[in-house]
């Protein structure tokens, strides 16, 4: 059972938006500025899309955003495109040198 | 550019030492003042981070593996290693090794394309 509770699957339409949420509690997600989202592709490596709740690595599009409220973080992709459609996993600080717990992952798929 | 690469057995027997080791080029692990670390992913699960080691050679490791886990650094090869000890069929994974490559210590920039490891008899 993960750290991080991610809902298993999301989906949306191309160009719509579409949110994922990664719920965990005040020791982790809600106590640190520390969650992290990576993408990732069926036999692929994860890729790092959003890091400390609201930073987008160079090359990252901006259509990628992050946010915190409480013990929640959310994902959101706007204008969604197939390429989009992909393993999504969240991960925070969990104090304690504990770098990251992960969420189980949520699998978006573009309708 | 940097590249992480992983390699090992690809088979280990229940109750042995599973050992892996990342080959990291384009950077140096012992001058960059970088984490490097170590996650798994079992089949069809989500990730787990392992361990980090600081350039200076400090580690911190995940609480709940921490007793069977060591992580270190060979500087002369530039390679970074892990060793898992006492295995079961719950350590089956692909094993990535990757770093933030940055200032950062949370968050995993850079990736390895991962190695499966199978824990079986």
């Known amino acids: 059972q993960s750290a991080l509770t991610q809902p298993p699957s999301a989906s949306g339409s191309p160009g719509q938006s579409v949110t994922i949420s990664c719920t965990g509690t005040?020791?982790?997600?809600?106590?640190?500025?520390?969650v992290s989202w990576y993408q990732q592709h069926p036999g692929k490596a994860p890729k790092l899309m959003i890091y400390e709740v609201t930073k987008r690595p160079s090359g990252v599009p901006d259509r990628f955003s992050g946010s915190k409220s409480g013990n929640t973080a959310s994902l959101t992709v706007s204008g969604l495109q197939a390429e989009d459609e992909a393993e999504y996993h969240c991960s925070s600080y969990a104090g304690n040198n504990n770098f990251a717990v992960f969420g189980g992952g949520t699998k978006l798929t573009v309708l | 550019q940097l590249q992480l690469q992983e390699s090992g057995p690809g088979l280990v027997k229940p109750s042995e030492t599973l050992s892996l080791t990342c080959t990291v080029s384009?950077?140096?692990?012992?001058?960059?003042?970088?984490?490097w670390g170590w996650i798994r992913q079992s089949p069809g699960k989500g990730l787990e981070w392992i361990g980090s080691l600081y350039y200076n050679g400090n580690t911190h490791y995940n609480p709940s593996l921490k007793s069977r886990v060591t992580i270190s650094v060979d500087t002369s090869k530039n390679e970074l290693s892990l060793k898992l000890r006492s295995v079961t069929a719950a350590d089956t994974a692909v094993y990535y090794c990757?770093?933030?490559?940055?200032?950062?210590?949370?968050?995993?920039?850079?990736w390895g394309q991962g190695t499966l490891v199978t824990v079986s008899s």
């Open positions: 384009g950077a140096s692990i012992s001058s960059s003042s970088y984490y």
């Open positions: 990757a770093s933030p490559y940055s200032n950062g210590w949370s968050f995993f920039d850079q």
């Open positions: 005040s020791s982790d997600v809600g106590g640190y500025n520390y």
